[in-house]
């Protein structure tokens, strides 16, 4: 593989977005649907795949100061600002908001059994017109665009898979050792997006209404090592995911489509580099590593899971990383991705909201903590569990795991939300 090649597939599997970006693409969505229409819509309906629906019901929508994919979805049919993909929620304003729950009562959303488990189709009308706009298999993917029953737009594209197909012919010794040739100038951007991730940890530190990474950074200062990197991560991770999930405007480069991974596998990597003292190349090229991990997990186990994503994808990734910053081998980085995934893959995903925060930063915390241990020669062993005998295998297994593994479980995680969301309106009144 040239290195140009995986750059490009680093760089497009990265992308800034403000809030989550299930909320985020359903307001996108709408966004482009009514830009389709000509007109603001008199009426919205938004049918979401169940995975879609179960990451948006509860997370804060920014600037709103609510919850939920209904009010994101009357934000875009105020907000004609489409072409800002899945940063379209920065440009909430209070006069918007106001104009957004004006239409609330004409904005419906449900969820059925859909093409792919990344899907939204927003249909808005406006006297006899009508628009829709499809988006699959990533977030800011759209796949179809018509007005009137007449397609104006249609794209086959899944970059999910285009991305499996790119990297699935190699292992990840070979795309390890490609890293390796790089330069700082070749990886400036990894350095770049980690410092805006770093940018949302510190809202998420100073903010009086969350408790977490404050909570976390009262920890003494001089702890050894590995607890100081641990508890370093965990602090930035932890500050970056709560302020995002409770609904705070702050933007994140997201990465592999979610905002969490790119919180997790930035902050995680950089909170190492820091406490090591590491040079910015060196932690450039462990950004690449934990990226390419992360993006060669996410190809195999696709967008949307029934475990924890962070977990299993952006954590093994660190872990990788880490190995790399201690001035491990390749090998090492195996043994530490092997107990990622061999004592985490069973973290079940119940939607985004703030103990998401609380999932990805102790999944960070535990991969440094794996990195260091590799380092003294103690990980889970190959052919344990699901762990594989290679760490292709294992990623492969993670895949099969989340489909055709936790289908159902999937299916009844969606009816204890609900379950859970009708006993909140239940307790409110």
Known sequence: MDKELLIRVLREEMERSTGCTDPGAVCLAVSRAAKELGQRPEKVLVTVSPNV?????SVGVPGTGRRGLRVAAALGAVLDKSEA????LDHVTEEKLEEAMQLDHAVEIRYAETPDPLYIK????????????????DYSNIVEIARNGAITFSSPEKKAETVRDVLGGYTLRQLYDLVETMTLQDLGFLLEAAEVNRAAAEVGLSSDSLRLGPALNERPSRLPAPFSAMNKAQVLTAAAGEARMSGLPVPVVAMAGSGNHGIANFLGILAVAETLGSSQEKLAKALAISSTVTVY????VKRMTAFCGCSVAAATGVAAGTVYLLGGDYSGSVHAMQSVVGTLSGMLCDGAKESCAYKLSASVALAIQFAYLAQQGAYVP??????????ESTIENLGLLNNPGMVETDRFLLKLIEKVQTERVSHEN
């Open 122 to 137: 927003a249909e808005a009308w406006a006297g006899q017109d009508c628009a829709h706009v499809v988006i699959a298999n």
């Open 382 to 391: 190959a052919g344990m569990g699901i762990v594989g005998h290679t760490i």
């Open 85 to 88: 993909g899945l940063a379209i």
């Open 297 to 300: 997990i996410k190809s195999f």
């Open 53 to 57: 629906y179960k990451n948006g019901v």
